[in-house]
Each structure stands twice: as C-alpha cells, then as structure tokens.
C-alpha cells in the first residue's frame, strides 16, 4: 500500500512540475500584448541611485525594478507616479508606450 502511494505521490509530482514548466515557456514565447519602454536605468544612472535604493525609496522589492528595467513588467499607475515623483520627471518622460497602444 505504501509503494502505492509513494508511486501516485510521484506522478502527481511530475504532472505539476511538466505543468508548470509549459506555463513557463508558453509565458516567455507569448508576444507582448503592450510594450512600454523605460529610461530608469538611464534616470538611476543620472541620479547616483542603484535598483536597491530606487526600490526602497518606491516602495517596491528590488525585482520589481530589475524587472521594469527589463521591459518584463508594467508597472501600475501608483508605482509609475512614484518612481516619476523621485526623478522629478513626468511620467509619460520616464515610461513611453507605443503609439499604436494607445
């Protein structure tokens, strides 16, 4: 019985983790439905900031930042007027969005 179990414990491990490596890479193949681009690598490199203290003065984790930077990530209206606030820059400045977006 217990051979039994530990057998359907491991299937059930596979199937979960084929699972979720397809979400994965079905995520990463998807086209951007939206793509925005960003100068805060620029705007961090100007004003002496690395992503940790951009991070804590946004209030946001560190990968959030990495990942705005990468263009992985649209950040929310919040964060974007939070990030603009401490660069003294208008947003629309900071984060462009495709023309054919809007």
Same mark, same amino acid.
């Given at each position: 019985m217990t051979t039994i179990f530990? &057998? $359907? !414990?491991?299937?059930?491990?596979?199937? *979960? !983790?084929?699972?979720?490596?397809?979400?994965?890479?079905?995520? =990463? *193949? =998807?086209e951007r439905s939206c793509i925005v681009k960003s100068r805060l690598k620029e $705007?961090? +490199?100007r004003d002496g900031y690395n992503q940790t203290q951009l991070a804590k003065l946004a209030n946001v984790s560190r990968q959030t930042i990495s990942l705005i930077e990468r263009e992985e990530y649209m950040p929310?209206? $919040?964060? +974007?007027v939070r990030?603009?606030?401490? &660069? *003294?820059?208008?947003?629309?400045?900071?984060f462009i &969005?495709?023309?054919g977006e809007l």
């Open positions: 530990i &057998f $359907l !414990t491991n299937i059930i491990v596979i199937l *979960n !983790t084929i699972d979720y490596n397809m979400n994965i890479r079905i995520s =990463k *193949n =998807k $705007l961090r +490199a929310s209206l $919040l964060i +974007a990030i603009s606030r401490i &660069f *003294n820059e208008p947003v629309e400045s900071i &969005f495709d023309e």
